[in-house]
């Protein structure tokens, strides 16, 4: 990981707590998949919430989209492909910070993933 | 955040009421012009057009009544939300102007605002209140687009190079620090 530069990471803290519970947590966790791309069920599964709650699908990611924080594509009307924005400054910074130093959480997530495909 | 979205699911249905009200009276408007050009001579119309009844004055003033109470709403911004950001903005030292369609203007110094558009009959239910945050106009992003766009992810904003501003949507919870960023992003930008 490249040497960390304090005035980034203060950057990453206040935006991302400018940020719902919500969307912190799709973005924690999309970053800790990274380099994997996600669908809509998988994401709400591993983030806590039913699959059918249908949480994710009332514009919160078009909104982090619009950010360009996350990139969405629509595989079919039904399937999104979700997953964080590596191009984005802050983003590869927090990928970087997770990769680095989020090994136990990443296994967690991948744990909840693979849970969710058997299931499926 | 339920009160938000009662007055806001309120707000549609009553939008959708007065919009199907004005095409209904639109049609009959129609039907009436129609009848009285061609006098085709239906007896149910016919015994109408003879009768004292002053239809047309009625349905006029009717449609000027829905007309000015569809402006009045795309116009208003639900009291509980406007006196909600006017406090918050008030305390921060900015001033906030009422626009058209559910607009406010945020204005942070003499030559630095940016507005704030509701949405508020996007959907029924659930995340029925959106906030679009967009800047100023600012000068000189095509001179240096990369300080543009650098700067716009810094702090989460969408550069909008063609427009030359920063947007975002958010939700009322995230508002607040939303738009301290929206002020830093352009005090920076300008700086």
């Given amino acids: 990981m490249s040497s960390l530069d304090s005035k980034e990471v203060y950057d990453l803290m206040v935006a991302f707590s400018s940020y719902t519970e919500l969307k912190r947590k799709i973005l924690l966790c999309l970053v800790h998949v990274y380099p994997r791309a996600v669908s809509g069920a998988q994401l709400s599964a591993m983030i806590g919430y039913s699959g059918q709650a249908r949480t994710l699908y009332r514009g919160v990611l078009e909104r982090l989209q619009a950010d360009k924080v996350i990139l969405l594509d629509k595989l079919t009307p039904k399937l999104y492909s979700i997953r964080i924005n590596h191009n984005q400054r802050l983003m590869k910074l927090l990928v970087e910070l997770s990769q680095a130093h989020g090994a136990q959480l990443k296994a967690n997530y991948t744990s909840l993933l693979k849970r969710g495909e058997k299931n499926e | ?191």
Wanted: hydrophobic share 40%; glycine share 4%; with cysteine.
């Fill in chain 2, 1 to 191: 955040m339920n009160k938000i979205q009662s007055i806001a699911k309120r707000d549609y249905l009553l939008l959708k009421g007065l919009e199907i009200g004005l095409v209904a009276l639109g049609i009959t408007l129609l039907i009436l012009s129609i009848n009285a050009i061609l006098n085709p001579g239906i007896p149910l119309m016919a015994k109408i057009i003879p009768a004292t009844v002053p239809v047309f004055e009625i349905v006029l003033a009717a449609s000027g009544a829905t007309c000015s109470t569809m402006i009045w709403r795309w116009y208003r911004i639900p009291p509980q939300i406007q006196t909600n950001l006017s406090t918050y903005f008030t305390e921060l030292g900015y001033s906030t102007k009422k626009g058209l369609f559910h607009t406010l203007k945020v204005q942070i110094s003499d030559d630095l605002h940016f507005k704030i558009k509701l949405q508020l009959h996007k959907r029924t239910s659930g995340e029925s209140c959106i906030f679009k945050l967009e800047s100023m106009q600012l000068p000189l992003v095509q001179k240096n687009p990369a300080r543009f766009k650098q700067i716009a992810e810094q702090f989460f904003l969408n550069p909008n190079s063609n427009q030359q501003t920063f947007t975002t949507t958010c939700e009322l919870e995230e508002i607040h620090l939303r738009s301290l960023l929206m002020t830093q992003a352009l005090e920076q930008y300008l700086n």
